[in-house]
């Protein structure tokens, strides 16, 4: 769920209990500047799952995450 800063401030309970199950991300003016996530999830299991995204074959430097971070902004 996406929600902007000032409606977390405004029914912070209630997006608190929301985060027990789902992630919150909070916008401003526009850009997304936190997530609200519970602790209970396993970050690791996660991370996992990524496991096998990137080909094995194709080179992956920092100047190549680097430039493909800088081409989406």
């Given at each position: 769920?996406?929600?902007?800063?000032?409606?977390?401030?405004?029914?912070?309970?209630?997006?608190?209990?929301?985060?027990?199950?789902?992630?919150?991300?909070?916008?401003?003016?526009?850009?997304?500047?936190?997530?609200?996530?519970?602790?209970?999830?396993?970050?690791?299991?996660?991370?996992?799952?990524?496991v096998?995204?990137?080909?094995?074959?194709?080179a992956?430097?920092?100047?190549?995450?680097?430039?493909?971070?800088?081409?989406?902004?």
């Amino acid at each position: 769920m996406i929600i902007t800063a000032t409606e977390l401030k405004n029914n912070l309970g209630k997006y608190l209990e929301m985060a027990e199950s789902q992630d919150i991300f909070i916008t401003k003016n526009g850009k997304s500047i936190a997530r609200l996530t519970s602790p209970a999830v396993n970050k690791l299991a996660l991370l996992d799952d990524l496991v096998g995204i990137v080909p094995h074959e194709k080179a992956i430097d920092k100047n190549t995450i680097r430039e493909a971070r800088l081409s989406r902004q």
